[in-house]
C-alpha cells in the first residue's frame, strides 16, 4: 500500500507565480520529510527537507510547509521559473532510522514563460 | 560531474540474455542503492548496501543479482529476465545508513532497460 501519495499528477503554471505541490502520508511513524525534482533522462536531485519539529522550512524560492496533524505537507516555489519544468518527488522516512524512504508517484510541473 | 554515474544509459536485451548495470559513486559515501522505476509507479527500493554488506532485499525476484565489491562500486546482474521488468533503474548513494539520521540520497541518471 502506498504510503505516500501525490495526487494531481501535472500542474502548468505562468512563469512568475506560485507552483504549490501537495503530498500526503499515511504512516504516522514517518518525522522527515525531503522534495526531489527530476529532470528528464537524469536522475533525481534533492531540493529540500524538513523535519517534524518544524512546520516550515524555506531554501531561496523553495517553502516547504509541513501539517503533522493532516499527515500533509507542500511544497511551494515562488517566483516560478521555466529551469523548475520538472517532476517533483515527495519522499519520507523515519528520522532517526535506517534512511530508507518511501516515495511518491510523482507531480509534472511545467512552468510557462 | 555527477557525484554517482550509472553506465549503460539505455540497456535493450532479450529475454535470455544476461548483462550487468554499473553505478559508481565518487561521493565518499558508505551507503548505496537500488531502485526501480516502472511508468506511473513510485520509485521502488530494490536493494541496499552499507559498506559492502548488503542489508536489504525487498523482495526482489532472483533474476536481480546485486553485487558490491567496494563501497564505490554497485552492480546489478541481470539474467532471464520478463518483459515487466522493462524499467528505469536508478542508483544511488548516502553518507551512510547508521546509526541513524535520514540523509538524502545521491541519485545516478539511471539506465533506462527495455526487455523485448
Known amino acids: 500500500d502506498q504510503q505516500v501519495k501525490q495526487n494531481s499528477p501535472s500542474l502548468s503554471v505562468q512563469e512568475g507565480r506560485i507552483s504549490i505541490l501537495n503530498c500526503d502520508y499515511t504512516?504516522?511513524?514517518?518525522?522527515?520529510f525531503l522534495w526531489y525534482k527530476k529532470y528528464p533522462a537524469e536522475g533525481p536531485t534533492f531540493l529540500i527537507s524538513?523535519?517534524?519539529?518544524?512546520d516550515k522550512n524555506e531554501d531561496g524560492r523553495f517553502t516547504v510547509f509541513l501539517n503533522k496533524s493532516a499527515k500533509h505537507l507542500s511544497l511551494h516555489i515562488v517566483p516560478s521559473q521555466p529551469g523548475d519544468s520538472a517532476v517533483y518527488f515527495c519522499?519520507?522516512?523515519?528520522?532517526?532510522?535506517?534512511?530508507?524512504?518511501?516515495f511518491g508517484k510523482g507531480n509534472q510541473v511545467v512552468v510557462i514563460p | 560531474e555527477t557525484g554517482v554515474t550509472q553506465t549503460p544509459r539505455h540497456l535493450v536485451m532479450g529475454m535470455t540474455n544476461k548483462k550487468s548495470l554499473k553505478c559508481e559513486q565518487h561521493l565518499g559515501h558508505n551507503a548505496m542503492y537500488w531502485y526501480k522505476q516502472s511508468a506511473k509507479k513510485p520509485l521502488e527500493l530494490m536493494f541496499v548496501?552499507?559498506?559492502?554488506?548488503?542489508?536489504e532485499n525487498n523482495s526482489v525476484p532472483s533474476r536481480f543479482s546485486p553485487e558490491c565489491p567496494n563501497s564505490s562500486h554497485l552492480f546489478l546482474h541481470l539474467h532471464t529476465l520478463q518483459p515487466e521488468d522493462s524499467a528505469l533503474y536508478l542508483c544511488a548513494s548516502s553518507q551512510d545508513i547508521s546509526p541513524g539520521r535520514t540523509q538524502p540520497q545521491h541519485f545516478g541518471d539511471g539506465t533506462r532497460l527495455s526487455i523485448l
Open positions: 548496501y552499507s559498506l559492502e554488506e548488503r542489508v
Open positions: 524538513i523535519s517534524s519539529i518544524k
Open positions: 504512516n504516522s511513524m514517518f518525522d522527515y
Open positions: 519522499a519520507a522516512s523515519i528520522y532517526y532510522g535506517n534512511n530508507r524512504l518511501a
